[in-house]
């Protein structure tokens, strides 16, 4: 996996990374926040640290049992989860996580995805990464945890993640690996994506054998406190937490317009209008998406005036009103 190293923290090159669209690590560019210097001196220190800016409002959680070794996931057959969502302080969680600490094989505690400024206020003034002054609008959120494995995912928006105390191994692969990777269910899922349902820690080529073939474009880091790593969007990544006490802190963004709309929900409404249909009717729909869609932006409607070309033309965000509506209307229907 590419890697650099000696960037200026406050002028990181997320212009160029983004178009570059490829997953790279950014040693040491947190090395000097707050959080980072308290979990080199101790991990006792660095959850004092947390517990300082902790606004006392109960937080989610998951939590399992030490038969689930570190990795919320799914039950026999993929209709539950392994895990239970908790809610309590985060104060709470840091001390049973901590009474864990000797425990060879201990309970999971996973805190996800937790918004920083709702849950630890002043906590980005000495621990943030800078992207505002770059023009990103991103939000940061807070991943706490022991050894937890986050299975393989993707994700829509552009990816910061620092490792803040502890240390995460990260393995991506790119988006058209998807096949191999065998996702799992889209509902429920593990943390609100689907997940590969490959134990990447130990492959059941057996059942799973197109894995092999994943593994061929696999990119692996380590990312010690202070490193980073950007993922782009889409590209799926698993992460293993790999000490007793694990934090990042990571940045969402997207590098479209905020009026286009998820491609998710598109994804979801194709299934149910297109997957099932007769293989003739499919393939035409696949020209008209070829057309519409996945060609050139420019080409659909290139003949018409711009007066008429509506939905053919580049969205702005009056037209990504009008067609919201139109799509409830036709839903609701």
Request: charged share 20%; aromatic share 10%.
């Amino acid at each position: 996996m590419q890697t650099l190293e000696g960037l200026d923290p406050t002028a990181l090159p997320m212009e160029a990374l983004v178009a570059a669209g490829v997953p790279v690590v950014l040693r040491g560019i947190a090395r000097n926040w707050g959080v980072v210097q308290a979990g080199l001196r101790s991990t006792h220190e660095a959850m004092a640290y947390l517990r300082g800016f902790d606004a006392g409002v109960p937080v989610p959680y998951s939590f399992g049992g030490p038969e689930i070794e570190g990795r919320p996931f799914y039950n026999a057959d993929f209709t539950r989860l392994n895990v239970e969502v908790r809610r309590g302080l985060l104060t709470q969680v840091l001390d049973e996580i901590a009474d864990t600490f000797d425990d060879p094989k201990p309970p999971t505690y996973y805190v996800a995805s937790l918004l920083i400024d709702r849950a630890l206020p002043g906590f980005a003034q000495s621990n943030d990464a800078g992207l505002a002054g770059q023009g990103i609008e991103a939000s940061a959120s807070i991943w706490i945890g022991n050894r937890v494995t986050a299975s393989c995912h993707f994700d829509t928006p552009e990816n910061l993640a620092c490792c803040v105390v502890g240390q995460r191994r990260f393995t991506l692969f790119p988006p058209e690996q998807i096949d191999n990777l065998y996702p799992g269910p889209l509902e429920p899922t593990p943390g609100g994506q689907v997940v590969s349902v490959v134990d990447m820690d130990r492959p059941d080529f057996a059942r799973h054998p197109r894995f092999r073939d994943a593994l061929a474009s696999a990119q692996t880091a380590v990312l010690e406190p202070g490193d980073a790593i950007f993922i782009p969007s889409m590209w799926w990544h698993h992460v293993r937490s790999l000490m007793p006490f694990n934090v990042l802190v990571n940045y969402w963004w997207r590098s479209s317009p905020h009026f286009l709309s998820s491609p998710l929900p598109a994804l979801q409404h194709a299934m149910w209008a297109l997957r099932d249909l007769p293989p003739r009717q499919k393939q035409a729909w696949s020209e008209i998406f070829a057309y519409y869609v996945f060609g050139p932006g420019e080409r659909a409607g290139q003949h018409l005036p711009d007066v008429a070309r509506g939905e053919l033309a580049p969205f702005d965000e009056t037209q990504a009103r009008r067609t919201r509506a139109q799509l409830l209307a036709r839903l609701n229907r």
